[in-house]
Nanobody
Framework: QVQLVESGGGLVQPGGSLRLSCAAS????????MGWYRQAPGKERESVAV???????NYADSAKGRFTISRDDAKNMVYLQMNSLKPEDTAVYYC?????????WGQGTQVTVSS
């Protein structure tokens, strides 16, 4: 069983920064594909960034150049550094782990970008 707990969301002004954290439990963490997704009101959940066990990363076009995903396998943590935030980044952000055809989700953390 894998449990994921996100933290670090909040209210930030346009142009500001936030760092999201995801604490994972379970022995599969170091082998799992980890990712951050987001869902804005009235929209489908979308991938923001993913990172493999080998530290390969992939970003949505909207995140490239502004967001950075990283992981610390020793601490079972995944991070999303978000810079130059825009109002359209407002959403609930979810941490995800994918391992052996199963995908696990956290409960989400709200990010609101507004002046």
């Amino acid at each position: 069983q894998v449990q994921l707990v996100e933290s670090g969301g909040g209210l930030v002004q346009p142009g500001g920064s936030l760092r999201l954290s995801c604490a994972a439990s379970g022995s599969i963490f170091s082998s799992a594909l980890m990712g951050w997704y987001r869902q804005a009101p009235g929209k489908e959940r979308e991938s923001v960034a993913v990172i493999t066990s080998g530290r390969l990363t992939n970003y949505a076009d909207s995140a490239k150049g502004r967001f950075t995903i990283s992981r610390d396998d020793a601490k079972n943590m995944v991070y999303l550094q978000m810079n130059s935030l825009k109002p359209e980044d407002t959403a609930v952000y979810y941490c995800s782990a994918y391992y052996l055809t199963k995908q696990y989700w956290g409960q989400g953390t709200q990010v609101t970008v507004s002046s």
